[in-house]
């Protein structure tokens, strides 16, 4: 039976264009981005070696530059797209990704959406 371990970037925070608001388009706000992908890490601990690692620094910086770069209209794409981002190392079997918008909505600290990605729903 493989073994799946997660390996997390929490509370990224990242400021960039999105929403469907005039003012949203134009004024950049704080995204923040949690991550979980289940991989096998057995190999990166045996070796001790990076390259048998999932590098969640190049992950969080892929995300980074692509939230950066980006202007999608909703959460639900910008989710999806991270979540791609993710399962393009094909050590990575599944990804849980949360995009929340702080302050989005008054009375709320936060809105988003919550995905669950695994390879099988890429390989269609």
Not at 22 to 31: G, M, S
Request: net charge negative; proline share 2%; with cysteine.
């Amino acid at each position: 039976m493989r073994r799946l371990d997660r390996i997390f970037i929490n509370e990224l925070v990242v400021s960039g264009i999105i929403g469907i608001n005039p003012d949203e388009r134009v004024n950049r706000q704080d995204i923040s981005v949690n991550v979980i992908m289940w991989a096998d890490t057995s190999d990166a601990a045996r070796s001790d070696d990076i390259a048998d690692a999932v590098n969640y620094r190049t992950v969080a910086k892929r995300i980074i530059e692509h939230i950066e770069g980006g202007e999608p209209m909703l959460v639900e794409r910008l989710v999806q797209e991270i979540a791609d981002l993710c399962l393009e190392d094909e050590r990575v079997d599944s990804v849980e990704v949360t995009v929340e918008k702080p302050g989005a909505l008054r009375h709320a600290r936060s809105v988003g959406i919550k995905i669950l990605r695994s390879r099988v729903d890429t390989s269609t």
